[in-house]
Every structure is written in structure tokens, then in C-alpha cells.
């Protein structure tokens, strides 16, 4: 007889964001419980957990209060800021107090927002997937605490029963975003618009946030489910009698 999979219970940590808000939008449209978790309280129609991601107990504590089964986890600072200690405690010392919270509540899925500038290092990349390592320097410590976190994302899968994930987008566009539009527009307010770095030919990567958001659910929906089985083309040929 099948079985019935298990319904999860979501909480997006950093869920009044850009980003967070649309994965909270997505989950409630196609009718699944959600909560958010964040520093600032933005909206009203899901459950809110107002608390920091360093602090352990207060993650703990909200996944306990709301029945937490699938953490989707986009907190991060600015990527802008100059502020290296900041990045440092809050992706990679929050991520791990998330990481802690998430055994400790015997969560049984992350889906943690890493990003594509992990592996930049200032060259071109053209034409690479996730088996690209890491640079052996960062490009700034924001990316460098993003790849630290990452690690400690896909370290923890398997821990108390816990399913991990990391996902990379590169620039994320839409609605609601505060940072990427907002510097275009300084730029303009400044006068700067008449500059041109370069030969004008860089190209860089941007995502529909509803389709990064959309790729954070499929990502969680699935972490539980075995990948299908290679085409047979792929398999490796079995030594059979007649080869001996
Ligand atoms: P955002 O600033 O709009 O959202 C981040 C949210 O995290 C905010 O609501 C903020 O209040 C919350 N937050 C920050 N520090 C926190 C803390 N200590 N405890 C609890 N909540 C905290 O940013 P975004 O653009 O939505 O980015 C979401 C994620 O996507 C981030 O992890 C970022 O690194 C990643 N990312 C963003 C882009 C982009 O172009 N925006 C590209 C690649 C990756």
C-alpha cells in the first residue's frame, strides 16, 4: 500500500526579507503551514518568532513552540556592509546555533541560502557547476562566511536524523528587493551614471526571486524523496559470466 508522506511544518528564518518573503508567499499559496523567524517584524499573516540566529535558545525555543518539521534558512547581513565581524557572527556562528537548534528539535530538513559568489574570486567563471572548489581566497568576507556556512550546512546532513541542503543563487531580482535597485538608484542620485568601467562586455548572472524562492521549495520537497534511478545508459556494465 503507499504510504502518505509527511506533511511538513515550515519556518523561514529571515522570513521578513526579500527573499524570505517570497518563500513565506509560496509555502502559504500552496497551503502549507509556515512561520518566520527574523530581527525585524515586517507582516502579520504568519506566526512570528522575533529573535537573532545567534542566540541558540531563542531558534530552539520558537521551532519547539511552533512544531517545526523543514527550517528554510535566508538570514544573512547585507552583503554590502564592511562589516567582517558581523558577517562572521551571524552566518557562520548563527548558521551554527541553527544547525544546533534544528538537532536539538529534531528538525528533519534545511534548505540554507548559500550564494553563487562562494566560489568568485574575482575571475571569470564561465560554464562551471557545484564540483568548482572553493578559491583559495574569498573575495570578501561576506562570501567567505557564506562558504564557511555552506560547510557547516552540508556537515550537519545526516546529524540526529537531519536532511541538508544548500542552494547558490547569483543576483536576485523583484519585487520588494532593498538592496540591488536601491544601490542602482544611488548611483543615479549621485551623478555616477556617466562612468563606464571596463570594456562594457561583463556579463553576471541574475534570478527572478519567485524562481530562487520556488527552487528553495523544490529543494525541501525534495530532500526526503530518493533521487530517480540513472537511465540505464549511465549504469556501469555488470560483470556477467560470459566475461570471465
Ligand atoms: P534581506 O536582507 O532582504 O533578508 C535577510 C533577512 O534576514 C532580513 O529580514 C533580516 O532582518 C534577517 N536577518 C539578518 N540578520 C539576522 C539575524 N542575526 N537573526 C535573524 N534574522 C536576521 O536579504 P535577501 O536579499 O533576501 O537575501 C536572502 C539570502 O539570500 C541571504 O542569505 C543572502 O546571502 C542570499 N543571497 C542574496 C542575493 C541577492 O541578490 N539578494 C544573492 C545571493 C544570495
Same mark, same amino acid.
Given at each position: 500500500?503507499? =504510504?502518505t508522506?509527511? %506533511?511538513?511544518?515550515? !519556518? +523561514? ?11 513565506? &508567499? &509560496?509555502?502559504?499559496?500552496r497551503? $502549507?503551514? +509556515? ?7 515586517r507582516?502579520?499573516?504568519v ?6 540566529? @545567534?542566540?541558540?535558545?531563542s ?9 517545526? @518539521?523543514?527550517?528554510?534558512?535566508t538570514?544573512?547581513?547585507?552583503? &554590502?556592509?564592511?562589516?567582517?565581524e ?5 552566518? +557562520? ?10 538537532v ?8 540554507f541560502?548559500?550564494s553563487?559568489?562562494?566560489? *568568485? ?17 574569498? !573575495?570578501?568576507?561576506?562570501?567567505? @562566511?557564506?562558504?564557511e ?23 536576485? *531580482?523583484?519585487?520588494?528587493?532593498? =538592496? ?5 538608484? =544611488? ?5 555616477? #551614471? ?12 541574475? #534570478? ?6 520556488r527552487?528553495?521549495?523544490l529543494?525541501? $520537497? %525534495?530532500?526526503d524523496t530518493?533521487?530517480?534511478?540513472p ?6 556494465? =555488470?560483470? @556477467?559470466?560470459?566475461d570471465?
Open positions: 500500500m503507499a =504510504q508522506k509527511q %506533511r511538513d511544518v515550515y !519556518m +523561514v528564518i529571515g522570513g521578513n526579507g526579500f527573499l524570505g518573503r517570497h518563500i513565506v &508567499q &509560496q509555502l502559504l499559496e497551503g $502549507d503551514i +509556515v512561520s518566520a523567524f527574523d530581527i525585524v517584524e507582516y502579520n499573516d506566526q512570528f518568532y522575533s529573535g537573532d540566529i @545567534t542566540d541558540q535558545e531558534v530552539a525555543s520558537a521551532l519547539r513552540k511552533s512544531g517545526t @518539521t523543514c527550517i528554510i534558512h538570514a544573512s547581513p547585507h552583503a &554590502q556592509l564592511n562589516n567582517p558581523l558577517f562572521r557572527k551571524v552566518n +557562520v556562528e548563527g548558521t551554527r546555533a541553527i544547525i544546533a537548534a534544528a536539538e528539535a529534531r528538525v528533519r530538513k534545511l534548505v541560502t548559500s553563487a559568489g562562494v566560489v *568568485f574570486n574575482g575571475q571569470d567563471i564561465i560554464d562551471v557547476d557545484e564540483r568548482l572548489p572553493f578559491p583559495e581566497v574569498h !573575495m570578501d568576507a561576506y562570501n567567505q @562566511t557564506k562558504a556556512a555552506e560547510v557547516l550546512v552540508l556537515e550537519a546532513n545526516g546529524k540526529g536524523g537531519l536532511l541538508t541542503v544548500a542552494l547558490r543563487p547569483a543576483g536576485i *531580482f523583484g519585487p520588494g528587493d532593498r =538592496q540591488v535597485m536601491a544601490g542602482f538608484y =544611488q548611483a543615479y542620485e549621485r551623478g555616477q #551614471t556617466n562612468v563606464q568601467v571596463g570594456e562594457n562586455n561583463n556579463l553576471f548572472d541574475w #534570478t527572478y526571486v519567485g524562481n530562487v524562492a527552487a528553495h521549495l529543494a525541501a $520537497d %525534495r530532500l530518493p533521487p530517480p534511478a537511465p540505464v545508459s549511465q549504469l556501469e556494465k =555488470q560483470p @556477467t559470466s560470459s570471465e
